[in-house]
T-cell receptor, first 115, second 114 residues
């Protein structure tokens, strides 16, 4: 069975500073990794994914994530945070392949960007 | 027309009521999912439908009954629920056989059980 750990319940960053939201995973075989964002009273929006290839993945709204196989991590990053980035962020994993496996999610990290 | 539409957005029901949540996807996907999101808990995968066939049921109580009449529609029938079933219920869809198969989510149905 696969699992995802997001060790921080909340991350506080000043506007304009770089941000990192941490994620580690456990899965049999090669992973497919995802980041989603959720704004209050909304569903989850897809940000980016890692399938294979380049370890640095770029996604929506200027976010990027770095896959590190040896550390089984997939941290979300952004060079310069915006107040509008404040939201709940979820990391998710599934085994590689084209099946209908649901994603396994972490518990989420609240990102708070302070003006 | 958004990709995945869920109705109703909000539902309040008593423990003896019977209600249904509806999900419709307009993305041409062939797999659909129900997730439960409770406060301070990870998202819980409840049911998976692949080409209308249920392929996963993660030990969900029988008071939750899914129905998938075709690959575009998914229902969650609710009966004799408990207050601890109050949560945000999220529907999602994906393309099986596509690369990576990220899920696309609806806005959710906020359920309150009194």
């Amino acid at each position: 069975a696969q699992s995802v750990a997001q060790p921080e319940d909340q991350v506080n960053v000043a506007e304009g500073n770089p941000l990192t939201v941490k994620c580690t995973y456990s899965v049999s075989g090669n992973p497919y990794l995802f980041w989603y964002v959720q704004y209050p009273n909304r569903g989850l929006q897809f940000l980016l994914k890692y399938i294979t290839g380049d370890n640095l993945v770029k996604g929506s709204y200027g976010f990027e994530a770095e896959f590190n196989k040896s550390q089984t991590s997939f941290h979300l990053k952004k060079p310069s945070a915006l107040v509008s980035d404040s939201a709940l962020y979820f990391c998710a994993v599934r085994p590689s392949g084209g099946g209908a496996d649901g994603l396994t999610f972490g518990k989420g990290t609240h990102l708070i960007i302070q003006p | 027309e958004t990709g995945v539409t869920q109705t109703p957005r909000h539902l309040v029901m008593g423990m003896t009521n019977k209600k249904s949540l509806k999900c419709e996807q307009h993305l041409g996907h062939n797999a659909m999912y129900w997730y439960k999101q409770s406060a301070k808990k990870p998202l819980e995968l409840m049911f998976v439908y692949n080409f209308k066939e249920q392929t996963e049921n993660n030990s969900v109580p029988s008071r939750f009954s899914p129905e998938c009449p075709n690959s575009s529609h998914l229902f969650l029938h609710l009966h004799t629920l408990q207050p601890e079933d109050s949560a945000l219920y999220l529907c999602a869809s994906s393309q099986v056989g596509g690369v990576a198969g990220e899920l696309f989510f609806g806005e959710g149905s906020r359920l309150t059980v009194l």
